[in-house]
């Protein structure tokens, strides 16, 4: 959650959490809170379920490569 707020006669963008009763970070731009925001929901997702997204890889079936 995104709330617009004033400061010292700045606008400051706050995010909370679901409930809206912790503050998870304050913002300049609207644009950095959604990141912020974005950022929160896929740390989420892929703590959740206890399943990670699996990368794949270009090179499948290729030998990797040694230094």
């Known amino acids: 959650m995104i709330k617009k707020k004033k400061e010292d006669g ?5 995010v909370y959490d679901s409930t ?3 503050l998870l970070g304050k913002h300049k731009t609207r644009k950095a809170a959604v990141k912020q925001l974005a950022a929160i929901e896929i740390s989420k997702r892929s703590k959740g379920n206890g399943t990670k ?8 079936g290729t ?3 040694t230094y």
């Open 63 to 65: 030998k990797p490569s």
């Open 53 to 60: 997204t699996k990368v794949k890889s270009k090179n499948k």
């Open 20 to 22: 809206g009763k912790k």
């Open 10 to 14: 700045k606008t400051v963008y706050c």
